[in-house]
């Protein structure tokens, strides 16, 4: 059984003044979760940065949970991200 959550764009948090990464906190059962989106760019069907600093961060996350995967993409506010999220420590 799949279980939708939508998060509202008010929610998404800017840690960066252009708007690149944003974050916000979900709780899954009592597990909280720290949600951040990187923005990216969709060029010719493929995901590619939207500057160097998100294309760190990708690789980073590629690197630590060896995503050999296709990345979703989500929109907020008008922009694409993709969206990780990892537990609290």
């Not at 764009?9 to 708007?19: C, N």
């Not at 009592?30 to 998100?54: M, N, T």
Request: aromatic share 6%; charged share 25%.
């Amino acid at each position: 059984m799949n279980q939708e959550v939508e998060i509202s764009t008010s929610a998404w948090r800017p840690t960066e003044a252009d708007r690149s990464r944003l974050i916000t906190t979900l709780t899954v059962n009592g597990v909280q979760l720290h949600l951040e989106a990187i923005e990216v760019r969709i060029d010719e069907g493929w995901i590619q940065r939207a500057c160097d600093e998100s294309d760190q961060a990708l690789a980073s996350i590629h690197a630590a949970v060896g995503a050999d995967g296709h990345w979703e993409t989500l929109e907020i506010a008008g922009r694409d991200y993709v969206v990780i999220a990892t537990p609290f420590c």
